[in-house]
């Protein structure tokens, strides 16, 4: 008889994201260790986001300690899918393991840790976490610089405030237009669509969209 494992090894994306769907509609907790493997491999965002879902259907006391585990794996996508899963979870205790992710050496994993942080700050550690995420100002591509823009649009801006306020006059334009982009931010939440277009419109003028390369 097929198992979850057998499934997740299909190499058709339909049938992975059937049986994890199934996995998550009769959640047991006999198949944790499948899923959460799977989370390092699988190559189909929409298969590893029902992974996700798959996973939170479990009982949380099960799901956590396995999960953090897999922040010290190797492979970028382990760390980055556990800080994601750790998110959607809402435990609150896991904040300063998550915090200890916002450097991470992969820009992917940091890009999840800054949005998982946000999510999980406990109250009273929004400044810190602001001033920490500031740090990361002005570097990375569009992408990464975005990335955290709207992460710390998500803290607020009577919490973000101050640490623009002091990138503003830091001696890097680019630390000093990244602090502006995210007041843009502020003042107009859906300026950050517009962002990644400009962006999107700039990668195919340049011609560094799949399209383009064919």
């Known amino acids: 008889m097929p198992t979850l494992a057998s499934y997740l090894a299909d190499p058709r994306p339909t049938v992975r994201l059937r049986a994890v769907m199934a996995a998550g509609t009769s959640p047991s907790t006999d198949e944790l260790e499948p899923l959460v493997e799977q989370c390092r491999v699988e190559p189909d965002l929409q298969v590893r986001e029902m992974l996700t879902w798959a996973l939170i259907r479990l009982p949380a006391e099960v799901v956590v300690p396995r999960v953090l585990r897999e922040l010290d794996r190797p492979e970028a996508q382990a760390r980055s899918q556990a800080l994601h899963t750790l998110s959607k979870v809402h435990d609150r205790s896991v904040y300063p ?14 890009r999840t840790a800054w949005r998982a942080a946000v999510v999980l700050v406990p109250s009273g550690s929004e400044e810190s976490l602001a001033r920490m995420l500031a740090v990361q100002l002005g570097q990375g591509d569009r992408e990464t610089q975005l990335a955290l823009s709207r992460a710390l649009v998500g803290l607020g801006v009577s919490t973000v405030g101050p640490v623009l306020e002091a990138a503003g006059a ?15 931010l502020l003042r107009d939440p859906d300026a950050g669509s517009a962002l990644a277009l400009e962006r999107a419109r700039r990668e195919v003028a340049l011609g560094r969209t799949r399209a383009a390369k064919g």
């Open 97 to 110: 393991r998550v915090a200890s992710f916002l450097g991470d050496v992969d820009p992917g994993v940091a």
């Open 170 to 184: 830091h001696r890097s334009a680019a630390v000093r237009a990244h602090a502006a982009e995210v007041e843009e």
